[in-house]
Structure formats: structure tokens, C-alpha cells
């Protein structure tokens, strides 16, 4: 069974995040990056899946600037066999996010989409359901509960 991981590149969560002078975002300028903490652990899953023997293959893909290409390599360090980059450098929302991926799941056919539960960044968890429903396939998702 072929796994296919989604990687965010997010600001370092160690990183006290700067607000751009204009108030209009965050100031990424000389600020560390590094894979969403949350897409991390779905890539340990997936490597455990592959230790198994439940997968085969593991792809992971990031959509963003040509950077992110340092969050798949982390992946493929990590143990993901193969890494796709959808270059772009403009700001995607969720549901855009989601379109791409669909159109990775329909080409790449896995058996399983494993995406982490959120992005520290926006921190707005709808990027999976909206791929589950854009690829027509059933979704699963487990919420942490901290008490």
C-alpha cells in the first residue's frame, strides 16, 4: 500500500513569531522554518506503518516556496521514500491546499492520505476534510484531549 504524507513548512515552533511593521502578517525575514510539528508525527506514522509491513511506499508532498523542499528532505530522513514539491510562492487557504492535494491523490492513487491534525501557523484544522470530501474518500480524525 502506497502512503501519501503532507508537509507543511511552518514557522519553528521554538520561534517567537515577529508581526510585520504594516500589520499585516507575520515577518518571516531570517526567521528558522521547519516541518509543522503535527506533519511530523504523521510521517513517524507512516514510517511505523512501512516497518509493519502495512505500506509500501511512502510519498510525502509539500506545497509551498522552493524551501519547502528542506521540509521533504526532513521526510525523507525520516524514512518517506519519495518527496513531491508543488512550487508556489503565493499564500494558499485550505481549500486551495486541498485542491492540490486531491489532485496528487488522484495520480499518485495511494491507499492511504495521512495529514497531521493542524498547522501551528493557521492553526484552523480543515485541510483534511476538505481533501476527503474534494477526493471522495472516507476520513478519520483523532483529537488529542490535554485533561
Do not use: W
Request: charged share 25%.
Amino acid at each position: 500500500m502506497k502512503v501519501l504524507v503532507a508537509v507543511k513548512r511552518v514557522i519553528d515552533y521554538n520561534v517567537k513569531a515577529r508581526v510585520k511593521s504594516d500589520q499585516t502578517g507575520v515577518d518571516l525575514a531570517n526567521v528558522k522554518m521547519a516541518m509543522n510539528p503535527f506533519c511530523e508525527i504523521a510521517v513517524e506514522e507512516a514510517v511505523r506503518l512501512k516497518e509493519q509491513g502495512a505500506a509500501d511506499e511512502i510519498v510525502v508532498i509539500s506545497i509551498g516556496p522552493k524551501a519547502a523542499q528542506e521540509q521533504i528532505r526532513t521526510a525523507l530522513a525520516l524514512g518517506a521514500d519519495r518527496g513531491i514539491h508543488i512550487e508556489t510562492e503565493a499564500e494558499l487557504e485550505s481549500l486551495a491546499v486541498a485542491k492540490l492535494l486531491a489532485k496528487v491523490v488522484a495520480e499518485e492513487q495511494p491507499g492511504l492520505v495521512i495529514l497531521g491534525k493542524q498547522a501551528i501557523d493557521s492553526d484552523n484544522n480543515q485541510t483534511g476534510q476538505m481533501l476527503a470530501a474534494l477526493a471522495d474518500m472516507p476520513h478519520a480524525m483523532r483529537r488529542c484531549r490535554t485533561s
